[in-house]
């Protein structure tokens, strides 16, 4: 991976990692895996084809993130 890609990709590696996921990065793949609890929740572009897709990925991991939180929140709910 070279260096500008690297610097485009290692920030939302970071910021999946602080939010509790788990990034692995699978032989033969050309993405970053991210799962929150066991549960895919996103992938982000080994090699980024521009600027926005990093964001992008971001973006789907964030609202996927999001949508469990509810889903567990409500599952609480009906639970009790």
């Not at 485009?8 to 793949?29: I, K, M, N, Y």
Request: aromatic share 8%; with cysteine; charged share 25%.
């Amino acid at each position: 991976m070279t260096a500008s890609r690297d610097a485009a990709v290692r920030p939302v590696l970071d910021w999946a990692r602080e939010q509790g996921c788990e990034v692995t990065f699978a032989h033969g793949s050309k993405h970053w895996r991210v799962t929150y609890c066991g549960r895919f929740v996103g992938s982000v572009p080994s090699t980024p084809s521009d600027r926005r897709s990093t964001l992008n990925a971001k973006s789907f991991i964030r609202r996927n993130l999001a949508r469990l939180a509810a889903d567990e929140s409500a599952a609480e709910e009906v639970s009790t």
